[in-house]
């Protein structure tokens, strides 16, 4: 669109569209000069209409120029009609085959009245409907012409140049470099992948590559890593050309070797293959696409131990990569949660020992019991908040911001998904201290019958929806209420 | 020192045989430069207060220092580059052992990290301490660290770690002014992958929501909304509400934020509902007028009708502020008829064009102009006529009419073509 107006197109395309909406008044009428009147003019704007290039006003205009050409096809179907022409009907057939081979892909084919009067030629059999169709042409009103785009001539000739230079380009074709398969002795890799450290393992990739480049010999797959130090803890990958045109599919294996392990509470290791090959000046780009990137976690847990009892570490392992994969989730608060994790599930396992709590224990007594045990814990310790006020009510404990709630079960045996009736609660408190995570631990000690605790059991993460929202929810059982096991056998 | 800053300004590869050969020469002397800036900071002996000119004289030395240091680094860096692997571990080898304290030849080295880059083994080699600077406890390091991203080169971004791209959003809520300006404007020139995009799209939504405050606003918030738009919004959003929530924000500023905002934005926001009318603010703001209002204008003319329908109020009180009408602003009063004409208004054509010719003085300078003025009116009008079925046989006449004198006007002035066209439009 240009910012100057254009007074000459305005007036060449205004002159003739009132000579139009002139001649079209009286275009039906019997004397045959209103319709010669309404053919030129439509002749006039056809000239002034190729001139034009894109924009809305200008579709306009298309639009109107071309229910014109049709109209007078109509028009001249009736003065035909009316001199008792040979073959009237030809200039029907002609309208309507006109209305049926507009291109209803161009831009001015979606004009409302366009359409209006397309769909009337369609129906029109008889000369009656003629005047109805008449009357909404002269209703048709045209926004001005004061701001034309023009057909630009120099465009086609920059076009034809900008295509020659871009052809040598396009010969160039893209090279794709397709990660088909990881696996780790033997196994996909997952998501997240475990490794004990200081252990080699077997790494064996497969890739498929299409269209490789005729100036390179050698494909390279590299694994990137923030940390110098694991550099060369995964292997390099190097393919020499293979004969043949291709696709190539090749396959590598090398060892791999986790040196140090890392924290509990710290990322897993994280490794990105690269692909590149070693000339690919006539390639017009190397695409790289499937998993090619392998989170590997080194945490030791027989080393550094986080409640005390290995199955139940193995557990929050999982339970940790569950809430690393839900977005928005703080690493911060992941680790905080781990942290009394730890703690709850240490107090779960030794319930399960020890048989901590008695059957029927009130809710006073399994609180302040807790908030004993987990304060004793030299990575809770001080941090551990007991009846801090959010979202209008009081919460049982908090740790670094993260809700802590505390609820008895009594009655009968229940399992993590049988309390979601305590997960708006939960919810609310996370919402009211800015977390998007919040702990239910439940003491559940109905007296028992049967043997229940089975850790997988009963520490579970919920993803509860909260409005527009959504707040994890981690439930931990803790059981009480055993027997002695000798109960059983009688 | 200025010319040896005007002489070290330009680097290009071609000098990397060059950069290699002095390239200890290059660093040792930026390294004294570093001494030279330390200096200017260090107290005299003797207390004198400091006037205004004073501190700019310091402020002039500290850039000059900063500028040619930066210069002499980048030769380096070129010098390295071309030396491949043994080249950047040198390079990096004598950023590591840069005294901590050293902080603005440690960020003039880490701004050029980026230019080290050749492929995946130079990526490789530089991570570790380019991710180490995004994380450092100066303001500067982390600033140049994060403004380093923008010369990586595009075929490496696919290769960067999860990690890089989490450090880099983070700084965007960094609570320097100067590291998420640089996290922002390296953004805007250098994307980030898809995949990666929704890292930093609650960052930049804090950003917009602080910067859009009336006490905060500065040209910085057009910034974060544009890159913010076209990295974090698909189609339908960007055409949907949040699409007309930017256009609110943007309505809101005034002066040199508003001018940037039409500058910047102009081409982007096409597709996004309310931004006309954010430049029928613009275009009647001084700031704006006082510098141009030419990109206010494409934006109103390539304006849907839809979107200008909802803008009638704001075209025709845009119309009316052009009072006094003055010849020069003729294309202006254009602009808001044929926008008003675009959706169909052409009774408020009508009567805007007729309240101009109204105040066009009768004298023969300003013939043409009344000619030209009066046609649009008529036009108008017979639109408007033709839309709600009056008879307009009369009007066309008086078209018709007005077109006669108006060549015959051209005639009349094709004798005097010697001087010219501005000469009678203007005054």
Not at chain 1, 328 to 338: W, Y
Not at chain 2, 315 to 332: H, S, T, V, W
Request: net charge negative; hydrophobic share 40%.
């Amino acid at each position: 669109m240009q910012n100057e107006p254009n007074f000459e197109i305005f007036r060449q395309a205004f002159s003739p569209r009132i000579e139009i909406a002139a001649a079209l008044d009286r275009a039906l009428r019997s004397t045959p000069h209103d319709l010669a009147q309404l053919k030129e003019a439509c002749q006039k704007l056809n000239e002034t209409i190729d001139e034009l290039g894109q924009g809305y006003v200008e579709d306009q205009y298309r639009a109107y120029y071309t229910a014109m050409t049709i109209f007078v096809s109509l028009a001249e179907w009736k003065h035909a009609i009316r001199n008792a022409e040979v073959d009237a009907q030809r200039f029907l057939n002609s309208a309507k085959l006109k209305a049926s081979e507009i291109d209803m892909t161009s831009n001015f084919s979606s004009n409302k009245q366009l359409n209006e009067f397309l769909e009337q030629v369609k129906i029109t059999d008889t000369l009656d409907s003629l005047s109805t169709i008449q009357d909404q042409l002269t209703r048709w009103s045209l926004p001005l012409l004061l701001f034309a785009n023009l057909h630009n001539k120099d465009i086609g000739g920059i076009r034809h140049l900008i295509s020659n230079e871009g052809s040598e380009d396009h010969k160039k074709l893209e090279s794709t470099v397709a990660f088909l398969k990881f696996d780790i002795d033997g196994q996909p890799a997952k998501q997240w992948n475990y490794l004990k450290p200081g252990t080699s393992y077997d790494l064996t990739i497969e890739v498929r590559v299409s269209n490789w480049p005729k100036s390179a010999n050698l494909l390279l797959l590299k694994p990137v890593t923030i940390d110098a130090r694991e550099r060369g803890w995964l292997p390099d990958f190097r393919f020499e050309k293979p004969e043949g045109d291709g696709p190539f599919t090749l396959t590598g294996i090398g060892r791999v070797i986790l040196e140090v392990a890392n924290s509990f509470g710290s990322r897993p290791y994280e490794f990105l293959y690269a692909a590149e090959f070693d000339n690919s000046s006539d390639c017009r780009n190397v695409a790289v696409v499937g998993h090619r990137r392998l989170l590997l976690e080194g945490s030791d847990s027989t080393q550094y131990p986080l409640t005390g009892f290995s199955n139940v570490d193995r557990h929050l392992i999982k339970i940790r990569n569950m809430l690393r994969a839900f977005p928005g989730l703080h690493s911060d608060d992941i680790a905080n949660t781990m942290i009394i994790l730890g703690g709850l599930g240490n107090i779960a396992a030794q319930a399960l020992k020890a048989g901590l709590f008695v059957a029927g224990t009130s809710e006073q007594k399994f609180q302040s019991k807790i908030a004993e045990m987990l304060r004793s814990r030299s990575d809770i310790g001080e941090y551990l908040q007991g009846h801090p006020e959010a979202a209008g009510g009081i919460t049982d404990l908090t740790f670094k911001d993260v809700p802590v709630e505390l609820k008895v079960e009594n009655n009968k045996v229940l399992f993590p998904k049988d309390f979601q009736k305590y997960f708006d609660q939960t919810a609310a408190y996370a919402i009211g201290l800015g977390k998007r995570i919040g702990v239910l631990s439940v003491l559940e000690s109905s007296s028992k019958s049967a043997p229940v605790g089975v850790v997988e059991d009963d520490i579970e993460v919920f993803i509860h929806p909260t409005g527009q929202t959504q707040i994890a929810i981690v439930v931990v059982v803790i059981r009480g209420g055993f027997p002695k096991p000798s109960f059983y056998s009688r | 020192m200025d010319d040896a800053g005007h002489f070290f300004r330009h680097s290009w590869d071609e000098f990397a045989e060059l950069a290699v050969a002095n390239f200890d020469d290059l660093i040792g002397a930026a390294a004294t430069l570093s001494e030279k800036y330390e200096q200017l900071d260090k107290e005299t002996i003797l207390e004198i207060e400091e006037n205004f000119l004073d501190h700019l004289e310091k402020s002039n030395k500290r850039n000059a220092i900063d500028g040619l240091q930066v210069a002499l680094i980048e030769w380096a860096a070129i010098g390295a580059k071309s030396k491949e692997c043994e080249g950047i571990e040198d390079f990096l080898n004598l950023y590591r052992s840069l005294p901590e304290e050293q902080v603005q030849m440690r960020g003039n080295m880490i701004v050029h990290v980026s230019k080290l880059l050749t492929g995946v083994e130079s990526l490789t080699i530089v991570l570790s301490d380019w991710y180490r600077a995004l994380m450092d406890e100066s303001t500067l390091i982390r600033a140049r660290a994060v403004q380093a991203w923008e010369n990586v080169p595009y075929a490496l971004v696919k290769n960067f770690p999860d990690l890089f791209f989490e450090a880099y959003s983070v700084l965007l809520l960094d609570q320097y002014v100067m590291v998420h300006k640089n996290a922002v404007r390296s953004l805007s020139r250098r994307s980030f992958p898809d995949e990666k995009r929704s890292l930093v799209r609650s960052q930049l939504w804090n950003l917009i929501c602080y910067y859009a405050q009336p006490d905060k606003q500065d040209d910085f918030v057009v910034e974060c909304i544009d890159v913010f738009a076209s990295l974090c919004l698909s189609d339908e959003e960007r055409k949907g509400e949040i699409g007309l929530l930017l256009s609110n924000i943007l309505l809101n500023l005034k002066g040199s934020a508003l001018y940037h905002a039409i500058n910047r934005l102009r081409y982007h926001f096409d597709d996004v509902p309310g931004f006309v009318k954010v430049a029928l603010k613009a275009i009647q703001d001084e700031y704006t007028r006082s510098i141009s209002i030419d990109d206010c204008i494409s934006v109103i003319l390539r304006a849907k009708h839809e979107e200008l329908r909802n803008c009638k109020a704001e075209l025709k009180n845009a119309f009316d502020a052009l009072k006094p009408f003055k010849p020069q602003q003729f294309i202006e009063a254009l602009v808001y008829v044929a926008a008003l004409s675009k959706f169909g208004d052409n009774a408020t054509s009508t009567i805007c064009f007729k309240e101009l010719l109204e105040e066009i003085p009768k004298d023969d300078r300003h013939i043409q102009w009344k000619l030209e003025a009066a046609l649009v009116a008529e036009a108008a009008c017979i639109e408007h006529s033709i839309g709600v079925c009056e008879p307009y046989i009369e009007l066309i006449e008086k078209w018709n009419s007005l077109m006669a004198d108006l060549e015959k006007e051209n005639a009349e002035r094709a004798k005097l073509r010697d001087f010219p066209p501005s000469f009678f439009s203007e005054n």
